[in-house]
């Protein structure tokens, strides 16, 4: 599994991005492969699953079943909870 944050730059914020969502993945029991991109560049062939900013997630052409919005991109426990109900949903 593949997944990617996206910010504007694909610098900093989807850094940060990454970073919680590696932090919070072994507490889910989910091994993937996480990455980080600007907007412009990324097509829904990059990973299965896409974690945006809603101001990102609006303007984005991905599909929205594979989208997943936070609001406090340096929130461990958003991204926990938001990727919990996101598995939780496919299972």
Not at 69 to 85: Q, W, Y
């Amino acid at each position: 599994m593949k997944i990617m944050a996206v910010c504007g730059h694909g610098i900093g914020s989807s850094f940060m991005m990454e970073m919680n969502i590696k932090k919070v993945l072994p507490k889910l029991g989910v091994e993937a492969e996480v990455s980080h991109t600007d907007l412009a560049s990324v097509s829904p062939d990059d990973a299965d699953i896409f974690i945006m900013a809603r101001d990102i997630a609006e303007s984005s052409n991905l599909p929205k079943d594979r989208v997943v919005v936070v609001t406090n991109i340096v929130s461990a426990s958003e991204f926990e909870t938001k990727l919990r109900e996101y598995f939780n949903q496919q299972a």
